[in-house]
């Protein structure tokens, strides 16, 4: 299969990988490119390879550079705080973003304004993977996405991609950007396939990516909510709407030029978000486009998020809790109704 | 060798009296010209294990403290201009103002800290993992306190440290209070040596009042650290004659005896220093044209504190984030969004 990728040459060669096989290749070719890159983490050298994305790393570049850990979440996280001051390039992977809290200590009071504090002199270059459980009764505290809580805090920068491609591109500019970034991986996108470039690609972190253009109404998406956006966008269309759908790509760079650049055009903005409704991300973005546009808009935005509540493990709640692409499309449908 | 030469001897005298002047000075003019506007931890009394170490101290290591971090700042060589420019909170200090006390640090020089207690151990760790990463020289220095201790990370700290044996050296200076509180409404355990040990690292326990014995004991463990026997853990006991933070005593907080405080000023390490100083042939002109000296360049830091710039507001609100990538990233590509085909099934997740 081959697949155009946009300022990619012709001379790029793509495979078709999944996600989580385009995280591996990604942590791979970052590894072979900087002997400074290494990779840690509960079960990160484990033959069950972290749903794939660290599977055989171990064998390619030995234990020193792949390794497993204890499960002590605080210290992983100031130990890649110490090496990046060491001059290395951290990677801590975190099976689940609940695990990781431990760590809000060192992230918010000594990662986050290291740089600061050091008068502007530091550089603190680590990333942290970390997956978002979604399906199977995962429940409180396998299931939390707290994007929106460390978007807030100056200093982190904060990227949740939503296709292969994006994956691997943008996983290999967080390990080479010069700022500590979180990572945040979507298990549900896992599964999803993608033409590939096989080269080492990179990505600016920061730039939203418009995956569908359309005049009628903007959908700006984040992570494991970008498909079913898209999907939405299909549905609407056979309805004769024509929406336009916005990826973030990352909330820490926000690319709010491009949401309110298509707001502008389309007068009209459902914001979805894989995350919690109160105070979230949704809630930054449109509070950005009433900042700037708010009189000129057709409509009132909306967002469409999980509930303000928990996930239960039955399944009979963990169906009904995540939005889908019905969801978009009932609120791209009232915006569109109203006036 | 139990003993020590007249020109170490003498050198740690002059370190023992340019932290203790330092810090008495500080005390004095931060309560009477309310120039110094950020909380600060005097380290009068605990000079000991910054003295003792400084001579030992190379520029390829690294130190991370905890807050009372003023000894440790001068002991690895940073200025003492920029760190008295960084209380003023100007420009020219060693963090360009944005520090303060709590959170002094130098990027030349190496030497990190931080308010928040438990943080060092932890980091320290981290840069000590690095150096061994990249069999590059140097050992990192870990200074927290007792109160420390009774902080989880540290435990994860110690025990990574143990496990992938990296050339860390922790100090834990036990003044006998977490802040106020005194260790038996803290802990049942009476011993922090004895806490660690079962992680897999060798311990001592060291005066910190006898500033001569501790160097020479402090040599040995480092040394060690340096041929590549992995990390340590030294106890250092030690006394605060000052306050926890800011000029004024506290001890009408009561959190501590007079005669405790009596006992432990009886054995005050810096006489005894100058003593032994003059005993290994320093002549007293000598001590005294030091003496001098400290005092001298202490005034004129005070003063060029005084008349250098504060920071600029606006610059500082841009340097959060370096917002630059390693030279690896020499071209940006849009990505994939011509492949992706938003009609593929979620992954549906197995038990884990």
């Known amino acids: ?339 | 060798m139990n003993s020590i030469d007249t020109t170490t001897c003498f050198s740690l005298y002059r370190m023992g009296q340019l932290i203790r002047r330092t810090e008495e000075i500080l005390l004095d003019e931060y309560a009477a010209k309310q120039e110094m506007r950020c909380p600060m931890h005097f380290c009068i009394g605990q000079e000991g294990a910054p003295t003792a170490l400084a001579p030992l101290l190379r520029s390829d290591d690294s130190i991370v403290s905890h807050y009372r971090s003023h000894g440790y700042y001068l002991a690895k060589g940073a200025p003492l201009t920029e760190m008295i420019a960084e209380f003023h909170g100007k420009a020219t200090g060693s963090n360009g103002g944005f520090a303060g006390s709590m959170e002094l640090a130098h990027e030349e020089a190496r030497i990190y800290s931080g308010a928040i207690v438990g943080g060092p151990i932890a980091i320290a760790m981290g840069i000590a993992f690095a150096l061994k990463y990249r069999a590059a020289p140097g050992i990192v220095i870990a200074v927290v306190g007792d109160g420390s201790l009774d902080e989880g990370v540290s435990y994860e700290a110690l025990n990574l440290a143990a496990l992938h044996g990296v050339p860390l050296l922790t100090i834990c200076e036990n003044n006998l209070y977490a802040a106020h509180t005194p260790e038996p409404l803290r802990t049942m355990s009476r011993s922090l040596v004895e806490r660690v040990k079962p992680f897999g690292m060798r311990v001592e326990r060291f005066d910190g009042m006898d500033i001569v014995r501790l160097h020479l004991q402090l040599r040995d463990v480092i040394d060690e650290i340096r041929a590549g026997g992995g990390p340590r853990f030294v106890e250092i006991e030690t006394y605060r004659f000052c306050g926890h933070v800011g000029p004024e005593n506290d001890d009408w907080l009561e959190y501590r005896t007079a005669a405790e405080i009596a006992a432990w000023r009886r054995r005050d390490p810096l006489p005894a220093l100058r003593a032994e100083a003059l005993r290994l042939g320093t002549s007293e002109q000598v001590l005294r044209q030091c003496e001098a000296e400290i005092e001298n360049d202490i005034a004129e830091a005070l003063a060029a504190a005084r008349r250098d710039p504060f920071p600029d507001f606006h610059s500082s609100l841009d340097q959060v984030w370096a917002q630059s990538y390693s030279p690896v990233v020499t071209e940006f590509v849009r990505g994939g969004e011509a492949a992706f085909d938003s009609r593929q099934a979620e992954t549906r997740l197995k038990p884990y």
């Not at chain 1, 400074?36 to 050298?45: N, Q, R």
């Open chain 1, 1 to 339: 299969m081959r697949a155009e990728i946009a300022n990619a040459t012709d001379a790029d060669d793509v495979r078709e990988q999944s996600f989580g096989e385009a995280i591996n290749d990604a942590l791979a070719q970052a590894m072979e490119l900087d002997e400074k890159v290494f990779l840690y983490g509960i079960g990160a050298d484990g033959k069950s390879g972290i749903f794939g994305s660290t599977t055989g790393l171990v064998d390619r570049f030995g234990a020193k550079r792949v390794f497993d850990t204890p499960i002590a979440e605080q210290g992983l996280t100031a130990m890649a705080l110490g090496a990046a001051v060491g001059g290395l390039r951290p990677v801590l992977v975190h099976q689940r973003f609940d695990f990781m809290l431990y760590a809000a200590d060192q992230l918010t009071n000594w990662i986050a304004p290291w740089r600061f504090i050091s008068g502007g002199r530091a550089k603190v270059p680590l990333t942290l993977r970390i997956i978002v459980g979604k399906g199977w009764g995962q429940g409180p505290q396998h299931s939390k996405s707290l994007h929106a809580w460390f978007a807030h805090v100056p200093g982190l920068q904060v990227v949740m991609p939503a296709s292969p491609a994006d994956a691997k591109g943008l996983l290999l500019s967080s390990i080479f950007s010069d700022d500590p970034t979180l990572f945040i991986e979507a298990r549900a996108l896992y599964s999803m396939r993608e033409a590939v470039p096989t080269r080492p690609y990179f990505i600016k972190i920061g730039e939203a990516l418009t995956r569908r253009s359309g005049n009628d109404i903007s959908i700006v998406a984040l992570s494991s909510m970008v498909p079913p956006s898209l999907q939405a966008a299909d549905l609407l269309a056979q309805q004769g709407i024509d929406a336009e759908v916005v990826d973030l790509r990352s909330l820490m760079p926000l690319d709010m030029n491009a949401v309110i650049a298509s707001v502008r055009k389309t007068g009209r903005l459902v914001v979805v978000e894989p995350g919690w409704r109160m105070y979230g991300a949704a809630a930054e973005i449109i509070t950005g486009v009433a900042e700037s546009l708010g009189p000129q808009m057709k409509s009132a935005p909306a967002r469409v998020t999980w509930p303000h509540a928990y996930v239960g493990s039955s399944r009979a709640l963990d169906e009904k809790f995540y939005p889908t692409s019905a969801d978009v499309v009932a609120a791209c449908r009232r915006s569109m109704a109203a006036r």
